[in-house]
Nanobody, 123 residues
Framework: QVQLVESGGGLVQAGGSLRLSCAAS????????MGWFRQAPGKEREFVAAISWSGAFTYYRDSVQGRFTISRDNAKNTVYLQMNSLKPEATAVYYC????????????????WGQGTQVTVSS
């Protein structure tokens, strides 16, 4: 079975930092582009960041550009999201996802989803 397990969420004050991790199993990790998404209550799930299979290419939504960094360690089958200068509007459940197609991931289309981890940014 394919499993994506997120960790690292929690409560942080505005301006603080948090690093999320997503451990993958049951798939050939190097075959997949990986992404991070978030969903706030009453809102649609939205794209946050994506990274190609090799880590050579990354893409971010405009609102997090320069503050968030996505990375991956293929030897550990893990993808990360470093979040700096956090704002209250970043409060959401964050999901890890995998897709063979990098561009589809940017459109919130994925083959597999994790269970999510809560991130709460207080003011």
């Amino acid at each position: 079975q394919v499993q994506l397990v997120e960790s690292g969420g929690g409560l942080v004050q505005a301006g603080g930092s948090l690093r999320l991790s997503c451990a993958a199993s049951g798939l050939i990790f190097n075959d997949y582009a990986m992404g991070w998404f978030r969903q706030a209550p009453g809102k649609e799930r939205e794209f946050v960041a994506a990274i190609s299979w090799s880590g050579a290419f990354t893409y971010y939504r405009d609102s997090v550009q320069g503050r968030f960094t996505i990375s991956r360690d293929n030897a550990k089958n893990t993808v990360y999201l470093q979040m700096n200068s956090l704002k209250p509007e970043a409060t959401a459940v964050y999901y890890c996802a995998a897709n063979r197609d990098y561009s589809s991931l940017r459109r919130v289309v994925a083959n597999y989803w994790g269970q999510g981890t809560q991130v709460t940014v207080s003011s």
